[in-house]
């Protein structure tokens, strides 16, 4: 579903990430873990293409990010670590904004819609502009949108800052549901005990390069995946 081969981007004469090669295969929830300026949200905006690289390929269910960009977008979804909205639209316009530039139906959007406002109890806000909202109703509202075209790729910065613990459950859930019907999940996460328990592969990424990955046994082993991260940090 995702492939990144040898990703490099350079700012200036630092690089903030270095030959980083990951593989994400139809099912998978991959959790990508670093300390803040490791190199995570510069790679999840490499993978959507709103950041240009120096070296390497990224390509989405075998299209090539640079030179498919359209395409690939398509078929993926983006959640940035602070949910940038137009504030000047109410929450149900937003929805239907991103709808209509996905071209999804107007029974599909009302269902979905109807669906993830219910979960998220949302219902009764969606008429209120996004300038009323609070952060974590802010975030909700960006959840729904990039379920709104059922993407096959999901990419997500920090998706459960500001979420309520009902939230983060429903998200969790929401995620599962998407590889069970064979997409995929791309996230960081500073939230070591939610990874550890949702993810199927994990990635950990140090000063841009890529120190560990696998599967969540294959990374922890017998111990915690904060422990091994800690270790990892300290070396």
């Known amino acids: 579903m995702l492939e990144i081969n040898h990703l490099t981007k350079t700012y200036g004469e630092k690089k903030a ?44 269910d075998g299209k090539s990010i640079k030179d498919q960009p359209l395409e690939c977008k398509k078929q993926i979804a983006y959640i940035p670590d602070n949910p940038d909205l137009y504030d000047f639209m109410s929450g149900i ?4 904004f991103v709808a209509d530039i996905f071209g999804v139906g107007v029974e599909d959007r009302k269902e979905k819609i109807d669906k993830y406002a219910a979960l998220f109890e949302l219902t009764d806000d969606l008429a209120q502009p996004i300038s009323a909202y609070s952060h974590g109703m802010k975030q909700k509202l960006a959840i729904i949108s990039a379920w709104m075209h059922s993407p096959k790729l999901i990419i997500m910065d920090e998706p459960f800052v500001g979420l309520d613990p009902k939230a983060s459950h429903i998200l969790k859930e929401m995620m599962r549901e998407v590889c069970d019907e064979g997409g995929a999940i791309f996230f960081s996460t500073h939230v070591l005990e939610v990874a550890e328990k949702l993810c199927d592969k994990v990635a950990i990424i140090k000063a841009g390069k890529l120190i560990r990955s696998g599967t969540m046994d294959e990374v922890k082993g017998d111990t915690t995946l904060e422990d091994v991260f800690l270790e990892l940090e300290g070396e």
């Open 17 to 60: 990430v270095d030959d980083l090669s990951l593989h994400i295969a139809p099912g998978e929830i991959y959790g990508f873990i670093g300390h803040n300026g490791a190199g995570k949200t510069t790679t999840l905006k490499a993978v959507i293409g709103i950041l240009a690289f120096d070296e390497g390929e990224i390509k989405i």
């Open 93 to 96: 316009k937003y929805l239907n």
